[in-house]
């Protein structure tokens, strides 16, 4: 079974080489598509693949995504973002599973994709996302901007992480942009598309309008993910604008959709830490701790919210009820999670000295 890469870009030329040179011997083709690139992006890529395409840029990153899957041959395809990086153990399990027997039984692989990382290079968001298609299933992305694809048939989920290390920013607003185009030519959002407007409204500061555009999108027939993760974001924007008793009602909404989840818990920790209601706030952080484990949804995953978060708020909660011992004991928690963090180890300090007197 052949595997091939397909990738959009558009002036990349900071980071293209950098994930290009990271997917070194994986794939049988690369195929990059251009949609209009005024830097080095072309030169780059013409390195490491002569498989080079044009796409018109028409306002649509599923219609992109399409075309370049259209010009690949292999068995299956493995998409990748040009600020994406193939760490080198995930380059030998990539390796690995594509030479492997059972490789060609499979319709769509999910892989990890990890999104935010820590000083220490640890991950701190992730999901998995449709990764390598069977090219003959002619599975198709759909949506303008936050595109996705709707895969079925067998599908497996494999534990091998790919890291979004962002390069520059591109456009302020380019996806509202995007938004509103389609708004303007009548085309009606589907239930993710409501959601990622959503968020994109939040993302440029229109937290009044990004209230309304979530309380829309919960209104509907979402995917249960998205309504917990809307649920967060709609709390942090009534957060954002002084509005308590709407934040406490938006996290305390996400209880409709399923069992609380860490990162609800954590944000409910925060919100009676912030009022200095201690006790209140040590419930919900333990109860963080108790809904942690191994995560099996698909959704948005912050693994700090499972260990490492409420075990250091927990350490600032009992230190300001001056119960010290516990406080330590918390910090003591959070270090074997994250032995050379700096809060940590500025907090041990403190108790060493705190505790001898």
Not at 302 to 315: E, H, Q, V
Not at 318 to 329: F, Q, T, V
């Amino acid at each position: 079974m052949t595997l091939g890469l397909c990738m959009i870009v558009k002036d990349e030329e900071e980071v293209l080489g950098r994930c290009l040179e990271s997917v070194r011997g994986v794939f049988d083709e690369i195929n990059i598509v251009d949609t209009g690139s005024r830097d080095n992006t072309k030169r780059i890529a013409s390195r490491y693949t002569d498989r080079i395409f044009d796409f018109a840029w028409n306002y649509d990153f599923a219609a992109a995504r399409n075309d370049s899957f259209s010009h690949a041959t292999t068995d299956y395809i493995m998409w990748l973002d040009a600020d994406d990086v193939l760490p080198e153990s995930s380059r030998t399990a990539l390796i690995h599973l594509k030479n492997s027997p059972d490789f060609g039984d499979t319709d769509a692989y999910f892989l990890r994709y990890d999104a935010a990382f820590d000083g220490n290079g640890n991950p701190t968001l992730y999901f998995f996302r449709e990764r390598i298609l069977r090219r003959a299933c002619r599975f198709l992305w759909k949506g303008a901007v936050h595109e996705a694809m709707e895969v079925h048939g067998r599908i497996r989920r494999e534990n091998i992480p790919i890291e979004h290390r962002k390069g520059p920013k591109k456009e302020h607003g380019r996806n509202l942009k995007i938004f509103a185009k389609l708004f303007a030519d009548g085309t009606m959002p589907d239930e993710r598309q409501k959601f990622y407007f959503a968020r994109e409204l939040m993302d440029n500061g229109l937290y009044d309008a990004a209230c309304s555009a979530f309380l829309y999108f919960l209104q509907g027939n979402g995917w249960r993910e998205d309504k917990i993760c809307a649920c967060r974001d709609l709390a942090a924007c009534h957060r954002l604008c002084g509005r308590r008793n709407a934040q406490f009602a938006a996290l305390l909404q996400s209880f409709d959709y399923d069992a609380p989840r860490p990162e609800i818990c954590c944000d409910l920790g925060d919100l009676f830490m912030q009022e200095k209601n201690y006790t209140q706030a040590i419930f919900w952080y333990r109860l963080a701790l108790n809904k942690g484990g191994r995560e099996t949804t698909a959704g948005f995953c912050l693994p700090d919210c499972r260990g490492y978060i409420p075990y250091m708020c927990m350490c600032v909660c009992y230190d300001r009820l001056g119960d010290y011992k516990r406080a330590s004991a918390c910090n003591e928690a959070a270090g074997k999670l994250k032995p050379q963090d700096a809060n940590y180890l500025y907090n041990k300090r403190y108790f060493e000295r705190r505790l001898k007197g």
